[in-house]
């Protein structure tokens, strides 16, 4: 991928995430308005749900609840990569107080703002939110124990870059604990190349095997994909019909064919990997 390709994806996806943000309730991975499906709103305890503002819920756009995945202490510093309206920053500051701090990136000034603002109503106050990309990181080295992240690994143009930095930001010992959206199969190359696709959380994502790769290279361990959701027929239809009523979807683009190719080739999936304590080959 060019650089000039990957700055056209990151604008589209820009784009959308400020859209959602403008008017909080519009989903990326699934049904609009709804909280059940593909949308990962379902998964958070009632009790986490009512504890937040309610445009903190409203502008969860993920496919997961990784804030279940981390096991997170107090002491701890958490940091999500890409952190939309902030639920699962401010749901990880409560369980990491006292002592501990959870930073949420996002390279959304719109998506900033609004987290912003739930921060101040929830009365947050060991949370911080960061502008940047997932490629490029602003933490030091070794600094966060605990990296979480919400269906937003997918529309990452570098994959490889944001496990790199995932890694390099992670302390020795610290974990990776994301839900994704991840292929179990290639994709028809129609989908591939469809742009509004890539903001809708389908052709952005890695096969399995390839994702477990780019994790290994970059230097994780125990790395582990759970399957928590598997995309069958009627799942797409409902993804393809919110993308054709917000992004669009391409008129070359065959649907009904599409949805017949796609049924179970898609999964959103909780991701886990270790950095190991030592480097490899010292002696412990």
């Known amino acids: 991928m060019t650089k000039q390709n990957a700055e056209e994806i990151r604008s589209e996806v820009r784009e959308r995430y400020a859209e959602a ?41 993920g496919c997961g609840n990784p804030t279940l995945l981390a096991d997170l202490h107090p002491g701890q510093i958490v940091l999500d990569l890409g952190s939309g309206g902030g639920i699962d920053v401010l749901l990880s500051a409560r369980r990491v107080a006292p002592g501990g701090k959870a930073y949420g990136l996002d390279m959304t000034p719109e998506m900033l703002a609004l987290a912003r603002r739930n921060q101040a109503e929830a009365g947050v106050t060991n949370a911080e939110f960061l502008e940047g990309t997932m490629e490029a990181v602003p933490l030091p080295d070794e600094s966060v124990d605990v990296i979480i992240s919400n269906c937003v690994v997918n529309l990452a143009p570098d994959k490889s870059a944001v496990f790199r930095e995932a890694f390099r930001v992670l302390k020795p010992g610290g974990r990776l604990a994301i839900s994704d959206i991840v292929l179990r199969r290639t994709l028809p190359e129609p989908v591939q190349r469809a742009m509004g696709l890539w903001t809708g959380c389908v052709a952005g994502a890695l096969l399995e095997t390839d994702y477990e790769m780019h994790l290994e290279q970059a230097g994780f361990e125990q790395i582990d994909i759970e399957p928590t959701h598997i995309y069958d027929t009627s799942d797409i239809t409902r993804m393809a019909g919110d993308l054709a009523s917000s992004v669009g979807i391409p008129g070359t683009l065959d649907v009904e064919t599409t949805i017949a190719e796609l049924d179970g080739a898609v999964m959103s999936a909780f991701v886990r990997a270790l950095k190991p304590r030592h480097n490899r080959g010292s002696a412990p």
Do not use: H, Q
């Open 21 to 61: 943000a403008r008017a909080v309730g519009t989903s990326c991975c699934g049904p609009k308005g709804t909280a059940e499906g593909l949308i990962g709103r379902s998964l958070y305890e009632k009790d986490d749900a009512e504890s937040l503002p309610d445009a903190a819920l409203a502008a969860s756009l």
